[in-house]
């Protein structure tokens, strides 16, 4: 049996993650410039292509008759996959 505090504080976890990189790009948003600039293009296309990439996950887990808790973790995982990218990102030393 799987321990029942898993799926929670994956979900915990994850929101942390959203919430910080959230907090750094609103940052550098705020002081304007190239770089802000330059995030806003990304934000906008990271999401259209984690989007996309969802689908596809989702849709492929169905189709092979895995069921929908599958097809709903497979369609979370590209953007976990981002979330945690840009957190690295985000904090990295320059």
């Given at each position: 049996m799987k321990n029942p505090w898993a799926a929670w504080l994956n979900a915990a976890t994850f929101a942390a993650e959203a919430q910080w990189v959230i907090g750094l790009r609103m940052m550098r948003l705020a002081a304007g410039g190239a770089a802000a600039t330059s995030e806003a293009q990304r934000m906008i296309v990271e999401k259209a292509v984690a989007a996309?990439?969802?689908?596809?996950?989702?849709?492929?887990?169905?189709?092979?008759?895995?069921?929908?808790?599958?097809?709903?973790?497979?369609?979370a995982k590209p953007y976990r996959r981002a979330v945690r990218a840009n957190r690295r990102r985000l904090t990295r030393k320059r």
């Open positions: 996309a990439q969802a689908q596809v996950a989702a849709g492929m887990a169905l189709a092979t008759g895995r069921g929908s808790h599958a097809a709903a973790r497979a369609a």
